[in-house]
């Protein structure tokens, strides 16, 4: 149950909640949305960060989130399930592995990250790549704390596709009704 009042409504509790601040809802879609459409990195570093930050934030929803068709992207129930242990990390490409290590440190704060670690991040990542990273974990750290905290559910699961905003789905109905009324 969730740890606000959400507005009575279609829809479950996640998709319910961006109704109560509908603007900064829709503005924390978009930015999902751009991790998915606009971002260079590939799938699988993408959901290596994502699935990182989601077991560390204890979030049940992007912990059980996927991507949808995972098996043309070469992803098993097994790539998400390792990503937490640094022993079963043998199975990730370099890249992926950086990807996990680099969300890891990202959420725990930047007094993780020292001289050492940028220097093997460089090694695989271009300064853009980096940026990109970054700007997808802000998503996965944030959007997904905030679900974890409010303890919002959904009823189905969630299947990501490229290009495909995931997270806080406001009606549009809404939103216009909210903006003609200012």
């Avoid at 098996?71 to 098993?76: A, F, S, V």
């Avoid at 596709?161 to 909210?178: C, D, F, H, I, Y």
Wanted: with cysteine; charged share 25%; aromatic share 8%.
């Amino acid at each position: 149950m969730a740890n606000v009042r959400l507005p009575d409504g279609d829809g479950d509790e996640l998709q319910r909640v961006g109704l109560l601040q509908p603007q900064m809802a829709k503005m924390l879609s978009a930015l999902t949305e751009a991790c998915y459409r606009d971002s260079t990195l590939p799938i699988r570093e993408k959901e290596a960060a994502r699935m990182r930050i989601a077991h560390i934030n204890g979030c049940v929803v992007c912990s059980d989130t996927r991507m949808a068709n995972s098996d043309l992207y070469g992803i098993d129930e097994s790539f998400y399930d390792d990503v937490d242990d640094p022993a079963k990390r043998g199975r990730y490409t370099e890249r992926e592995r950086m990807a996990i290590e680099f969300a890891e440190r990202y959420a725990w704060g930047k007094h993780t990250m020292d001289g050492a670690f940028w220097g093997r991040l460089h090694a695989a990542f271009s300064d853009a790549e980096i940026v990109d990273l970054a700007m997808c974990c802000i998503n996965f750290l944030g959007g997904g704390r905030f679900v974890a905290v409010l303890d919002l559910s959904t009823q189905c699961p969630i299947r990501i596709t490229e290009g495909q905003a995931v997270n806080m789905k406001v009606p549009l109905e809404p939103l216009r009704a909210s903006a003609s009324s200012r």
